[in-house]
């Protein structure tokens, strides 16, 4: 029982329901939703479930991001805009490599997105740690000038290459599953355990809470938030690579646009505050895949491009009130109603 | 009893505020004011930029024209005000105004009275207020994610009424907030003209500042902004407060809905109003209001629209800008602006 | 008042004649091509001070007023308009009607009486959308299941893709719409709702009309993704005609493409220079648009340099 | 004083946290004109009890009558509609807003065109005078005052409306003497008037020369009601924790007849360190094993000289030397790392950080120091948190609890837990027992004797001048922002005297004071 109850404290556990649901509204409508088999034509696994998980990859990408900046009290607008610089980037220079079956020009514009989407989120890092501007500002800033540097990349076109390799991180398989969800796990996996294997993430949490009193216990905030706001950048560049892979063309205007709202949601189903504090790194994957499960929801329902909004705004809200103190004081003891807002004194 | 010292003369160390210095007072009453009086010398000097660099800004057409078309801009910017003074944030307002005024002109075309659809087209704003504000204060969901969720459901809503545009009935008496008033009749369009609608944003900034600085329902936005709890424990109507902060800001966005439809000659469109939050929020950051709450001033918001308008007035007089380079040149003022912002009140901190 | 800089009578610089553009700014390859070539007519050597004035975002009509208020007040020779929206317009026209400013379309039309602006310049959206719908109409002669990839909800130029669309689908034997759905006009998104309608469909789909290129180059890869021959069991239609959109059609991974001419820049200044001189000029001058249904008809495009 | 109808009463009210009773079935009476003293220990459910009485809390069980009435508060605005006015313990205020403000914030005059602020001033300037702060300018922003003032504006801000029921939660924990004498003539004169007051404090002193009864709690549960004069002190303190405190009493102080060797080269030693606008260039000295008390009155500047020495702010001028060697303590990072550890005053907002668990509250310093990238593995931390924990008996005796959920007195035992842990040769406790039960303050004196035994430098500020004399081997004075004197402790020195350096006309004047004292101590 305890065991329960700590579970539905939990804000992920409701994420997962809210996925089970949508999947089952999916299997209401077709029986074989879940199926998955194999497609003769490529000989890959096949079936939603995996497309879930292959788009759920570059939003995964920036929730993650999006976590630590959120812990520190911050918050990253930029990154949508980040995926498209990250995406132009790789697209530019594979197209200027001409190089369709090379993985040396592969790794080069993986590198040289990544190192973009490091440069831009130094930039913010900069100026919310040094600079002292508010980080909705700063990043508010950046989604604008990000945007226009990938639409200067291209020069305003949306450029497309081919490189097979490249194309293979969201159209591969490996072991059955995507490449790029793959991937992500994995990035997912290395930087929880850099978090948690070192003090990063309890400092990042610290800062969060009280930068004053972190300060004084010997806690440099400036390198810190440096770093949180790189690495979501950098996740964010790496976001964009796996979009602009899934189709091998950059949408300047349109890659990545108001992805950092996913983001932001993600993070916030999953459980992390955005008063800043405690993160949760598993919450935001739930988060993310939860994301990408509606998205897909909403297509294989059809529900009509119009009424799409709605219908994502239902669910939020939905799962917002299913994590709320009130909505689960109010289920969990309809008998001994009892709220308790902590005042903190 | 203990013996903790005791003071010989009232004296509590030189940074105490005593009466009488009046110097010293001035400056510290002005210190929240400074960023405010930080926007209005940008405003000025943009203004004096352009005319010097592109000619006919202080033109009685191009006045009035920034005047009227900016008035939705000030109302908006006027409610986010009031709910970034009390810490929190409304993503939902450009997309409440795309459901208000299609829904509005739509109750206008079914044989709605025409004031009656104005006065529902303000309510069913505030509904949606009412609804982020109840998320956020009963049931704990941070303002973000309450009003990001209703600017899909306003959206959305707006889309599945109509996805092409609505056109208001002739005659319809939403039409008479976009008459010309000409106040001064110069050559050709240098006219100084001004709308119903511009009169409707000058009363509600008059009634923010008045609410905020003459009611006690102001002060308690100003005292959830500075510390919810210290609010709480003051006993302040704290959730009540709440609730009406984010209802005042869906009426004002049905407002400028209102006043938007009437601009465009009574046509409205689900498409409306996408990134109106957005730049409501930088109108009140750039007018110097603090995001984390607290601290701040509605007429600071209006400067902080009234820079916006300026900034698209001049590129649009330069007219050489390459489109690629349009958001990150947006960006870069922007930046520049709170950064100058900052340097000004660099001193405000020792 | 007023005569200082650039703005005053046309007579700032020399002799130029200011041109204001109210423009939509960076939203495609078409819209690019588009204003590139604008902006390629209207130069200097030709007579023209060209004032460039991009939209905030492709669907921000207000940005659009704002300028073109400015551009009114500034009292430049001659007024460039693509509007983002049709309607909502009349005010501003009035008001460049009364500072005796000529307007001209571009693109897009605006609802509003035709005395109020000089002309309009533009390739038929109804027309080439109809072009697609007849082209299926002969392709499918005992019908098809088919889907429709629309661009953002309630912009001007989906409605009317929609109706020259539907104009020629509509009651053709054996069409079934199995739905419809937007993908924001990005290849991705094109993509992604195309393998989900797919697979909600069991494959059960053999025509997909995508209204611009990006989005049905996404649909070809989700179709192929899905084990189907594009061309073969599903075909794909789109419009606009960018180089992309040509090489794949090409390839065969589209069947049909419907070019949006963009390039009438030429015309515009002919039209403009007319308006100043006080000619009259026809209220509507309609661009010809080709369209190209095999990858011979492609590779010829692409070797006349017609993609962009 | 005749037994009339209580005001307030509540019977047997029991409050349940996660994990803890922090209320179990009390019962406590508020007479009409009554000062009333709520004791125990910390975490011992004062703080508890008074938000149960203000609506902030809902109880679980018992009942909350209000003139002889049943009520259920929900909410602070429903206590004080009901009458009930408070201070909480950590100062609730808003400090974005003017002190007039915050003193009428919700009792505004209003006008015909709303709030007409020329009279809410007014009424302000008129409640702050009361409370001896006639000084103040209503119109400055809070946040310019001192923590202490912002505390007794707090309490002019409870005596704003006309309450019949008064409740004051550690109103004077960083108050000075004569604030404190201030406060109780108001007290007095509000208890004469027919208020009811309910008073939290864990000065002793305090308490006998103003409440009339006194009710005590223990672990949460109610232990009994007395008639102060029936009450002595001894039977007080083994009432609140529950044993004989022979042991207390016996605290080790006999500090003041310690003569150390001042030749060796000091641990620490600065020379004219100073920031402008905070304080003026200060010489100091501190050697190892000794314990050095800063006195001096409230913004006198003891806090900033501590903050100076550990890094805390950034000197802008001075040369420090510690054992000799010239180093630059420039930020809290360096001070750590030279071994200088810093506790603040100011325990909320500098101190706890909130959210985390008591565990990593303590070892976050020493993990800081270490670095991010080696992680203090798991046994060191268990083993460092049992033995802080178990050395101040932190209560509830949780490592996993969010810090923010302790009492105040608690989150101070952690805080110096974990200054403790990353091994300080100089340890600057500012005002380290505010707030404090009786018991935890002897442990903590006692603890700093012990360290300063075992050979590190302690640096002890504290209000109660008579701690800082009995725990303190030297004591520098401070006044106006400015080192004023030096003495080293001694049979002849007492509070009083200090108090008189302290009080002296002129910086001479105060010079020779402390001058004669030590010689007086050499003769
Ligand atoms: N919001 C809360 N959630 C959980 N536990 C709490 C909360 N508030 C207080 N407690 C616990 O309740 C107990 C009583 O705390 P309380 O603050 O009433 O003590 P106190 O007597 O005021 O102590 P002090 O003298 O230190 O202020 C403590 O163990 C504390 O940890
Ligand atoms: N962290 C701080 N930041 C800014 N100003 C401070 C800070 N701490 C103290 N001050 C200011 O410096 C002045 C000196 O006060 P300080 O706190 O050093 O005195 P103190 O003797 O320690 O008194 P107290 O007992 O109030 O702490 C005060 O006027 C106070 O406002
Ligand atoms: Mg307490
Ligand atoms: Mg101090």
């Known amino acids: 029982?305890?065991?329960?109850?700590?579970?539905?404290?939990?804000?992920?556990?409701?994420?997962?329901?809210?996925?089970?649901?949508?999947?089952?509204?999916?299997?209401?409508?077709?029986?074989?939703?879940?199926?998955?088999?194999?497609?003769?034509?490529?000989?890959?696994?096949?079936?939603?479930?995996?497309?879930?998980?292959?788009?759920?990859?570059?939003?995964?990408?920036?929730?993650?991001?999006?976590?630590?900046?959120?812990?520190?009290?911050?918050?990253?607008?930029?990154?949508?805009?980040?995926?498209?610089?990250?995406?132009?980037?790789?697209?530019?220079?594979?197209?200027?490599?001409?190089?369709?079956?090379?993985?040396?020009?592969?790794?080069?514009?993986?590198?040289?997105?990544?190192?973009?989407?490091?440069?831009?989120?130094?930039?913010?890092?900069?100026?919310?740690?040094?600079?002292?501007?508010?980080?909705?500002?700063?990043?508010?800033?950046?989604?604008?000038?990000?945007?226009?540097?990938?639409?200067?990349?291209?020069?305003?076109?949306?450029?497309?290459?081919?490189?097979?390799?490249?194309?293979?991180?969201?159209?591969?398989?490996?072991?059955?599953?995507?490449?790029?969800?793959?991937?992500?796990?994995?990035?997912?996996v290395v930087v929880t355990v850099i978090m948690r294997r070192t003090a990063l993430g309890l400092m990042i949490e610290s800062i969060g809470v009280n930068p004053d009193a972190s300060r004084l216990a010997g806690i440099r905030p400036r390198p810190i938030l440096i770093t949180v706001y790189v690495l979501s950048g950098v996740l964010a560049a790496g976001g964009g690579?796996?979009?602009?892979?899934?189709?091998?063309?950059?949408?300047?205007?349109?890659?990545?646009?108001?992805?950092?709202?996913?983001?932001?949601?993600?993070?916030?189903?999953?459980?992390?505050?955005?008063?800043?504090?405690?993160f949760s790194i598993l919450g935001s994957t739930v988060g993310a895949l939860l994301i990408a499960t509606l998205n897909k929801t909403v297509l294989f329902l059809g529900v009509s491009a119009a009424a799409t909004p709605a219908f994502k705004a239902i669910v939020i809200v939905l799962l917002v009130l299913l994590q709320s103190e009130r909505v689960r004081t109010f289920v969990l003891q309809a008998g001994r109603r009892r709220t308790r807002k902590e005042v903190v004194a | 009893m203990s013996t903790t010292v005791s003071p010989p003369s009232p004296s509590h160390g030189t940074e105490v505020p005593v009466r009488g210095l009046a110097i010293s007072r001035m400056w510290g009453r002005s210190q929240s004011v400074i960023p405010t009086l930080a926007a209005v010398l940008l405003l000025v000097a943009m203004l004096v930029y352009a005319e010097l660099a592109y000619g006919r800004v202080f033109h009685a057409g191009t006045i009035s024209s920034l005047l009227v078309s900016f008035a939705p801009t000030i109302i908006l910017a006027v409610g986010m005000t009031i709910v970034i003074l009390s810490g929190g944030i409304d993503l939902s307002v450009g997309a409440v105004v795309a459901f208000t005024s299609v829904s509005g002109v739509m109750l206008m075309n079914n044989g709605v009275n025409g004031w009656v659809a104005v006065i529902l087209m303000i309510g069913f704003g505030a509904l949606f207020g009412l609804v982020s504000g109840v998320l956020i204060q009963y049931f704990n969901v941070q303002p973000f994610i309450a009003t990001l969720a209703m600017m899909f459901l306003a959206r959305g809503l707006a889309s599945i009424l109509s996805t092409v545009p609505v056109q208001a009935p002739e005659g319809a008496p939403i039409l008479a907030l976009a008459t010309d008033w000409k106040i001064v009749d110069g050559p050709k369009v240098n006219d100084f003209v001004l709308t119903p609608g511009f009169f409707v944003a000058v009363l509600v900034v008059v009634g923010a500042f008045v609410l905020l600085h003459r009611t006690r329902t102001g002060r308690t936005v100003y005292g959830i902004g500075g510390a919810e709890n210290s609010a709480q424990l003051m006993g302040l109507p704290v959730a009540r407060t709440r609730v009406l902060i984010y209802i005042l800001s869906g009426a004002l966005a049905g407002l400028a809905a209102v006043v938007y439809t009437a601009e465009v000659g009574g046509k409205a469109q689900n498409v409306t109003g996408i990134g109106w939050e957005l730049d409501a929020i930088a109108a009140v950051v750039i007018g110097g209001t603090l995001l984390t709450g607290g601290a701040g001033y509605v007429l600071g918001s209006v400067v902080g629209s009234l820079v916006l308008a300026a900034l698209a007035m001049i590129i649009t007089k330069d007219g050489g800008i390459r489109p690629e380079y349009l958001t990150i040149i947006t960006g870069g003022i922007l930046l520049a602006f709170v950064l100058l912002q900052r340097v000004l009140t660099a001193r405000r901190r020792k | 008042a007023g005569g200082s800089g650039a703005g005053g009578e046309g007579g700032g610089d020399g002799d130029l004649t200011t041109v204001g553009f109210v423009a939509v700014g960076p939203e495609g390859g078409w819209r690019n091509a588009n204003e590139q070539a604008i902006k390629d007519a209207f130069t200097q050597d030709a007579g023209f001070d060209l004032k460039y004035a991009p939209a905030a975002s492709p669907s921000d009509q207000k940005s659009q007023l704002d300028a073109f208020a400015t551009f009114v007040n500034d009292e430049v020779d001659v007024i460039l308009l693509t509007a983002t929206e049709a309607s909502g317009w009349e005010d501003s026209l009035e008001l460049a009607k009364e500072a005796e400013i000529p307007v001209v379309l571009l693109d897009r039309g605006v609802d509003a009486p035709e005395d109020l602006y000089v002309t309009r310049i533009a390739p038929d959206n109804k027309q080439v959308a109809a072009s697609v719908g007849s082209w299926a109409v002969d392709t499918f002669p005992s019908g098809a299941k088919y889907f429709v990839l629309e661009g953002v909800p309630g912009l001007s130029v989906v409605n009317e893709r929609n109706e020259g669309f539907d104009s020629e689908v509509d009651g053709a034997t054996g069409f079934t719409k199995v739905g419809a759905q937007t993908a924001n006009w990005k290849t991705d998104e094109g993509k992604s709702v195309i393998e989900t309608v797919l697979k909600a469909n069991n494959n059960d789909i053999q025509f997909i009309f995508a209204q611009n290129d990006e989005m049905g180059i996404g649909a070809a890869q989700a179709v192929s993704a899905a084990g189907l021959t594009p061309g073969t069991d599903v075909k794909i239609a789109t419009i606009d005609g960018t180089k992309g959109a040509l090489e794949a059609l090409s390839e065969g991974q589209l069947s049909f493409v419907a070019q949006y001419n963009p390039f009438f820049g030429d015309v515009a200044v002919d039209a403009v220079q007319k308006a100043i001189a006080g000619e009259s000029v026809e209220s509507t001058i309609i661009v010809d648009s080709a369209t190209f249904d095999s990858p011979e008809a492609a590779d010829t495009a692409l070797s006349e340099g017609l993609g962009f | 004083m005749t037994e009339s109808l209580p005001i307030v009463e509540v019977r047997g009210a029991s409050i349940t946290f996660p994990g803890v009773k922090a209320l179990d079935e009390v019962n406590f009476r508020l007479l009409p004109g009554e000062v009333h003293t709520l004791m125990g220990e910390n975490g011992a459910g004062k703080s508890t009890l008074i938000k149960a009485l203000t609506g902030v809390y809902q109880i679980d069980s018992g009942s909350i009558l209000i003139f002889g009435e049943e009520k259920r508060l929900t909410g602070t605005a429903s206590a004080q509609a009901a009458g009930i006015s408070t201070v909480?313990?950590?100062?609730?205020?808003?400090?974005?807003?003017?002190?007039?403000?915050?003193?009428?914030?919700?009792?505004?005059?209003?006008?015909?065109?709303?709030?007409?602020?020329?009279?809410?001033?007014?009424?302000?300037?008129?409640?702050?005078?009361?409370?001896?702060?006639?000084?103040?300018?209503?119109?400055?922003?809070?946040?310019?005052?001192?923590?202490?003032?912002?505390?007794?504006?707090?309490?002019?801000?409870?005596?704003?409306?006309?309450?019949?029921?008064?409740?004051?939660?550690?109103?004077?924990?960083?108050?000075?003497?004569?604030?404190?004498?201030?406060?109780?003539?108001?007290?007095?004169?509000?208890?004469?008037?027919?208020?009811?007051?309910?008073?939290?404090?864990?000065?002793?002193?305090?308490?006998?020369?103003?409440?009339?009864?006194?009710?005590?709690?223990?672990?949460?549960?109610?232990?009994?009601?007395?008639?102060?004069?029936?009450?002595?002190?001894?039977?007080?303190?083994?009432?609140?924790?529950?044993?004989?405190?022979?042991?207390?009493?016996?605290?080790?102080?006999?500090?003041?007849?310690?003569?150390?060797?001042?030749?060796?080269?000091?641990?620490?030693?600065?020379?004219?360190?100073?920031?402008?606008?905070?304080?003026?260039?200060?010489?100091?000295?501190?050697?190892?094993?000794?314990?050095?008390?800063?006195?001096?009155?409230?913004?006198?500047?003891?806090?900033?000289?501590?903050?100076?020495?550990?890094?805390?702010?950034?000197?802008?001028?001075?040369?420090?030397?510690?054992?000799?060697?010239?180093?630059?303590?420039?930020?809290?990072?360096?001070?750590?790392?030279?071994?200088?550890?810093?506790?603040?005053?100011?325990?909320?907002?500098?101190?706890?950080?909130?959210?985390?668990?008591?565990?990593?509250?303590?070892?976050?310093?020493?993990?800081?120091?270490?670095?991010?990238?080696?992680?203090?593995?798991?046994?060191?931390?268990?083993?460092?948190?049992?033995?802080?924990?178990?050395?101040?008996?932190?209560?509830?005796?949780?490592?996993?609890?969010?810090?923010?959920?302790?009492?105040?007195?608690?989150?101070?035992?952690?805080?110096?837990?974990?200054?403790?842990?990353?091994?300080?040769?100089?340890?600057?406790?500012?005002?380290?027992?505010?707030?404090?039960?009786?018991?935890?303050?002897?442990?903590?004196?006692?603890?700093?004797?012990?360290?300063?035994?075992?050979?590190?430098?302690?640096?002890?500020?504290?209000?109660?001048?008579?701690?800082?004399?009995?725990?303190?081997?030297?004591?520098?004075?401070?006044?106006?922002?400015?080192?004023?004197?030096?003495?080293?402790?001694?049979?002849?020195?007492?509070?009083?005297?200090?108090?008189?350096?302290?009080?002296?006309?002129?910086?001479?004047?105060?010079?020779?004071?402390?001058?004669?004292?030590?010689?007086?101590?050499?003769?």
């Open chain 4, 88 to 523: 909480y313990q950590e100062v609730n205020l808003c400090t974005n807003l003017t002190i007039g403000e915050n003193v009428m914030l919700g009792h505004e005059v209003r006008g015909p065109l709303g709030i007409n602020w020329r009279a809410t001033h007014a009424r302000a300037q008129e409640a702050l005078t009361r409370m001896g702060l006639g000084h103040l300018d209503t119109r400055a922003p809070l946040s310019s005052i001192s923590i202490a003032l912002q505390q007794l504006v707090a309490i002019s801000r409870a005596m704003v409306t006309d309450s019949k029921v008064l409740i004051l939660d550690e109103p004077t924990s960083s108050l000075d003497a004569a604030e404190v004498e201030t406060l109780f003539s108001v007290m007095r004169r509000l208890r004469d008037q027919g208020v009811a007051i309910l008073f939290v404090s864990h000065f002793l002193d305090q308490v006998y020369a103003i409440s009339d009864r006194i009710t005590v709690l223990r672990n949460g549960g109610f232990v009994g009601e007395y008639l102060t004069r029936d009450l002595d002190r001894t039977q007080l303190i083994s009432k609140m924790i529950g044993k004989d405190i022979e042991a207390l009493r016996a605290l080790g102080s006999n500090r003041q007849v310690d003569a150390r060797d001042r030749s060796a080269t000091p641990v620490y030693a600065a020379e004219g360190l100073g920031r402008a606008g905070a304080l003026a260039p200060t010489d100091i000295e501190i050697h190892k094993g000794e314990v050095v008390g800063f006195a001096g009155l409230l913004g006198s500047g003891r806090t900033e000289l501590a903050r100076l020495i550990a890094g805390a702010d950034r000197a802008d001028s001075g040369t420090v030397r510690l054992k000799g060697k010239k180093v630059n303590v420039t930020s809290p990072v360096s001070g750590l790392g030279n071994h200088i550890a810093y506790s603040t005053e100011n325990r909320r907002d500098d101190g706890i950080i909130g959210d985390l668990s008591i565990r990593e509250n303590i070892m976050l310093a020493l993990q800081a120091k270490r670095g991010w990238l080696r992680r203090i593995p798991a046994r060191e931390v268990d083993q460092l948190v049992s033995t802080y924990m178990e050395r101040f008996s932190v209560r509830p005796n949780d490592p996993d609890r969010p810090i923010r959920l302790l009492s105040g007195g608690n989150q101070q035992k952690v805080l110096l837990g974990r200054w403790l842990a990353t091994d300080p040769e100089l340890l600057l406790l500012d005002e380290p027992t505010r707030g404090i039960d009786v018991g935890a303050k002897a442990d903590i004196q006692e603890t700093v004797a012990e360290l300063a035994e075992a050979g590190m430098s302690v640096v002890f500020i504290s209000s109660e001048l008579e701690e800082v004399v009995r725990l303190s081997e030297r004591i520098v004075i401070m006044k106006d922002h400015e080192k004023v004197g030096e003495v080293v402790n001694g049979p002849d020195v007492t509070a009083e005297r200090v108090v008189s350096i302290i009080a002296a006309e002129s910086e001479e004047e105060a010079e020779a004071q402390a001058e004669a004292l030590a010689e007086g101590e050499t003769r």
């Open chain 1, 1 to 188: 029982m305890p065991a329960l109850k700590s579970l539905l404290r939990t804000p992920w556990f409701w994420g997962i329901i809210g996925i089970v649901l949508l999947l089952s509204l999916n299997v209401v409508k077709d029986p074989t939703y879940l199926a998955v088999g194999i497609n003769p034509a490529t000989g890959q696994l096949a079936g939603n479930l995996l497309d879930i998980l292959r788009v759920s990859a570059p939003i995964i990408m920036i929730a993650l991001g999006m976590t630590f900046v959120i812990a520190t009290k911050g918050i990253d607008l930029s990154v949508g805009s980040i995926m498209a610089v990250g995406g132009a980037a790789a697209m530019e220079l594979l197209r200027a490599l001409n190089a369709p079956s090379s993985f040396g020009a592969m790794f080069t514009a993986i590198g040289l997105a990544l190192l973009l989407g490091a440069v831009l989120g130094l930039v913010n890092g900069l100026l919310v740690s040094i600079v002292g501007l508010q980080p909705f500002i700063s990043t508010l800033v950046m989604m604008l000038a990000a945007r226009g540097i990938a639409r200067v990349i291209t020069g305003g076109q949306n450029t497309n290459s081919q490189n097979q390799p490249f194309q293979q991180i969201s159209n591969g398989q490996v072991l059955g599953l995507p490449i790029s969800f793959v991937i992500a796990i994995a990035i997912v």
């Open chain 1, 241 to 278: 690579l796996f979009t602009v892979s899934e189709v091998m063309t950059v949408d300047v205007s349109g890659t990545g646009y108001q992805m950092e709202l996913d983001a932001i949601l993600a993070v916030v189903i999953g459980g992390t505050s955005l008063a800043g504090g405690k």
